[in-house]
């Protein structure tokens, strides 16, 4: 059945909400197709089956406060801030035809291509300007509807992008889906009027999209008490960002205070269960115990070390660069 393409606008700009948004959608709005555009502050959004402690650097993501959202579709780890716009296409599926990515992005494509932007399809899910990643997609199909959504990169910080993203320096080994990481560019540097913002971007997309008006979707507040209860109790949990996790070992040398120091971990669920000391000594007694039990989080192994070396005595330890050997 064809039906008519409504819209659906998000005027929030947290992660764990407006994936609320679109999977209440999803799950829940079945007479019609629809397209959301929503904007995030910045955040971390890894695919359902990746290691979300392989994809990004922990360290810096916590320090910066930056908020870790697991999707509900595969693909690898993006990266969003208020220069990103992201877009949702949710419509029925024929489970005896092929998943189409053109389909999705194509009309994207000839969008940007309305504004002057020479902008082509790269990889499967991918579209570019000049070989540079603009846009990545993912898909996810359930009840007889099938998600495709999709990040445009319009004037994100792509320094903060790169930082964040940061390959590991020590060796993981898991099951988990890997992120491809591309060169990427802003939409915004390939366009003749610099000055326009993200939101006269959106504006222009949504007038190519919807030549016709646009029919735009009103929530009740039955709608909006389920999409918050959903964003409570399972976007913004521990649990769903990084204890789903795949199960995964992690191996890594340091340099301590001159001496070359070798540490293995086995983390489960988001949690460590094995720690051992490789190569060389810590200077802190039963590590290996101390540590088992935790979350795989810099900020709480770190504040862990701190409670045993003050027990202690310890002197001119570096806690910091201690609680690094771990990541």
Known sequence: MCHKLKYIASLNDDIYFNLAVEEYVFNNFKDDSYLLFWKNDKSLVLGKYQNVFEEINIKAAENLDIKVARRNSGGGTVFHDQGNLNYSFIKDYNPNSFV???????????ALESLGINAAKKRTS????????????????AGGRILHHGTLLFDTDLSMLHDLLKTAEGEFTSNAVKSTRSQVTNIKEHIANHAMTIDEFQTLLLKTMFPEGIQEVEFSGQDWAAIRNLSQSKYSTWAWNYGNSPRFSYVKESTLGGASVSLSLQVENGIIVQCEVLKGQLPVNNIEDAVRGLRYSYTVINNRLNELLSKSNAEEIDVAKLALCFF
Do not use: E, M, R
């Open 126 to 141: 991918d579209i570019a300007i000049d070989g540079k990643k603009i846009s990545g997609s993912a898909q996810a199909i």
């Open 100 to 110: 189409d990515y053109d389909v999705f992005l194509n009309p994207v494509i000839s």
